[in-house]
């Protein structure tokens, strides 16, 4: 019989102890990999969702501080129409901002540079409307542009409208025409995802942009009518000076506020009970990303189509509770309403158009 040789060979290899250590420190490894890229990928979509609403925000203030600095005050009227600056809010909850402004040169085109090349007789009888449409032709441009935005709450979006020359049966200041299929059809959304839009209007008595303080003892406007005789609410309606100035009554300073949410950093909850139009406190599902108010200062949030503000937050609620904030009426609302949160903007911009009242018009 052959016997093995003393000193042969054999094949190495990992015991299963060892086997068990390397299988052991790669999960390890690998669990820190997932754990330190999750948190990249949530610090990324963190910045990148504020990005985007600061982008939003800043497209949209970018349009309206741009047509407000081009507003242009005129007292010219048609009938029983009459063109100057209009604001407030509608029945069905949108708020509008209507206006005339100069026609600019990032309005002009091939096409409206060719407006009224021939008379209205001739086909020349279409108005400019914003954007460029293949085959109209336009009339003869004035010069000026009606310039109409409008904030649905409901589809969380602002459209803006630009129409040129002045007046027409289309005009943006015949109220007739200011159907929901009229901006539908004619507008173009400037901003979405916008949880709140507002603008207040610094009036010649006007030292705080507070709402809720009585115009009187310094409160801002909520509405706005230079011609003081189209709104039946607005404040200044019939002023003995005001109502005559030839090219009407505007405002020293417009202040517009913009809540903007981004999908891609959606903070949102769902109350979890019923609550009725009195309640302080609200349970929700979840409280993570809604701002800790500090120092007492009031938060505000999107409770369903009314906004409250509140104090405070524990135990999986929200504390101090505030109903019918910022121009909503408190209501009662189901288990699992929607709750919003987003980043506010905020934009003010002075008229030089603008005249003081007479003291003793006040």
Not at 24 to 39: D, E, H, K
Not at 117 to 132: A, I, L, T, W
Not at 172 to 177: A, K, R
């Amino acid at each position: 019989m052959r016997s093995l040789p003393r000193n042969g060979s054999s094949e190495g290899g990992f015991t299963l102890a060892e086997l068990l250590v390397a299988v052991a420190i790669l999960t390890f490894l690998s669990l820190m990999l997932v754990t330190t890229t999750a948190s990249t990928l949530r610090t990324w979509k963190a910045g990148e969702g504020t990005r985007q609403a600061y982008a939003r925000a800043r497209i949209a203030f970018e349009e309206i501080g741009r047509d407000l600095e081009l507003l242009h005050p005129t007292g010219r009227s048609e009938g029983a129409i009459r063109y100057g600056l209009y604001g407030g809010k509608q029945p069905n909850g949108r708020v509008f901002l209507l206006f005339v402004a100069s026609f600019s040169e990032r309005d002009e085109t091939l096409i409206t540079y060719r407006a009224g090349e021939q008379s209205v007789s001739e086909g020349y009888q279409d108005y400019y409307m914003g954007r460029e449409v293949p085959g109209v032709r336009l009339r003869a441009q004035d010069g000026l542009v009606e310039i109409l935005y409008v904030y649905d709450p409901d589809r969380q979006e602002i459209k803006r409208i630009r129409r040129s020359p002045l007046g027409g049966s289309g005009s943006l200041f015949d109220p007739n025409n200011l159907t929901p299929e009229y901006i539908e059809n004619n507008g173009s959304v400037i901003a979405s995802n916008v949880l709140y839009f507002n603008v207040l209007y610094g009036g010649p008595e006007s030292t705080t942009w507070v709402e809720g303080q009585s115009v009187r003892s310094g409160g801002p406007l909520t509405n706005w009518d230079s011609s003081c005789a189209r709104s039946s609410t607005f404040p200044y309606r019939g002023d003995p000076v005001a109502s005559r100035l030839v090219d009407g009554f505007y405002p020293a300073k417009i202040r517009v506020t913009l809540v903007a949410q981004s999908p891609e950093l959606s903070i949102r909850t769902d109350t979890l009970t019923d609550i009725d139009d009195r309640a302080a406190r609200i349970s929700v599902l979840s409280l993570k990303g809604f701002p800790n108010p500090s120092d007492d200062k009031v938060r505000y949030a999107r409770l369903g189509t009314e906004w409250i503000g509140y104090r405070s937050q524990g135990d999986g609620a929200l504390l101090g509770v505030r109903r019918g904030q910022r121009g909503t009426n408190a209501q009662a609302h189901p288990a699992g309403t929607p709750v919003w949160v987003g980043r506010e903007f905020t934009l003010v911009r002075s008229l030089s158009v603008s005249l003081p009242l007479r003291s003793e018009s006040r």
